[in-house]
């Protein structure tokens, strides 16, 4: 059975599936920890028969370390493969000038939102620690994007670094766009930020390419999704799914 395991910069996502002939992101068994609960991990692990796992990892070098321990914990015979950003993979040609500077979980990303929607041009919003709204024509041209501050780094560190502002944090509400309070308008002009970058990347592509799908992921996705102003489909786990949609196309037996 494969392994796929997506270790962002606060949690780390994982799904089983058995890697042969089956749709991206039908999985046997998914879940989820925090950094700081990552060994809890060994054990769900340890009830499927895992023979390979394939990593997207943007949490560092300690970070690959533990991942490979709590592997060899799990399944000690256990085969690794860390994804890594390349020209082309799974339908998604890069045009990012040195494909190997993209962050490996863009690039995943947008091989899951292909997948699931095919020849279409998109629009990938993931809104984590960061937001990152990436481009993808019809034909599967990854032609870059935009990385902003996430939500909740956004309007913490606003909070932290402007005197007397409150410490707006993990609790972000949805709020009136003309906030009568500080603390609501520090997450007032947050939300303006993201959604209008949103809104701005997919008004770019649109006249570039003309009809456009809008993905949004992430964490923050529900807080953003109602002030956007445009149709967005929400899609969880799209860099599990495009690590699914790599392994698949590896399979030669599919």
């Given amino acids: 059975m494969l392994l796929l395991i997506d270790a962002g910069n606060t949690r780390i996502k994982w799904a089983v599936a058995t890697g042969t002939c089956a749709v991206a992101g039908g999985w046997l068994a998914s879940g989820l920890a925090k950094h700081a609960d990552a060994e809890t991990l060994v054990e769900a692990w340890r009830q499927w028969k895992i023979t390979h796992a394939l990593i997207s990892n943007v949490a560092g070098p300690e970070m690959r370390e533990k991942l490979l321990y709590l592997l060899q914990q799990a399944h000690a015979s256990v085969s690794v493969q860390w994804f890594a950003s390349n020209v082309s993979a799974a339908g998604i040609r890069s045009g990012y000038r040195n494909p190997q500077q993209l962050g490996c979980d863009r690039f995943a990303s947008a091989i899951g939102a292909r997948s699931l929607y095919p020849g279409r041009a998109l629009i990938v919003a ?27 780094l956004m309007a913490t560190s606003l909070a ?15 709020v009136t766009p003309f906030a009568d309070n500080t603390h609501d308008a520090i997450v007032s002009g947050c939300v303006a930020a993201q959604t209008g970058a949103i809104e701005h990347a997919v008004g770019a592509l649109e006249k570039r390419h003309g009809a456009v799908q809008c993905i949004l992921s992430g964490g923050a996705a529900g807080m953003i999704a109602p002030h956007l102003s445009i149709p967005c489909d929400r899609v969880d786990n799209l860099v599990l799914i495009g690590l699914h949609a790599v392994a698949l196309e590896s399979n030669s037996s599919c």
Avoid at 126 to 152: N, V
Avoid at 160 to 174: C, D, F, S
Wanted: aromatic share 2%; hydrophobic share 40%; charged share 10%.
């Fill in 160 to 174: 932290l670094n402007t005197a007397q502002l409150p410490q707006v944090g993990e609790q972000i509400e949805i």
């Fill in 126 to 152: 993931t809104c984590g620690t960061a937001t990152t709204i990436d481009a993808i024509e019809s034909d599967g041209l990854f032609l870059g994007g935009m990385i902003l501050p996430g939500l909740g």
